[in-house]
């Protein structure tokens, strides 16, 4: 999960959220690295790319880790 210094207001996301976390993610995957996730913080919101609350809620398929047990 990458946490990112940005401002957040309450609303929709911005244009372009969910494609930062996009190219985001592909940057990972050059380094081996599966990201899970990109929230915009700051010291009074945040904003989630994937997961909507952190409250205890069925949400499937948020959770696209690859399987790692043939690795």
């Known amino acids: 999960m990458v946490l990112c210094d940005e401002p957040v207001t309450d609303g929709p996301p911005p244009p372009g ?37 952190f409250e205890l809620t069925a949400e499937p398929g948020w959770w696209d880790v690859p399987d790692l047990s043939s690795a």
């Not at 599966?34 to 609350?53: Q, S």
């Open 17 to 53: 959220f969910l494609a930062t976390f996009e190219r985001a993610r592909r940057a990972s995957v050059r380094h081996a690295v599966h990201l899970v996730d990109w929230i915009g913080c700051d010291d009074d919101l945040f904003r989630c790319a994937r997961r909507r609350t």
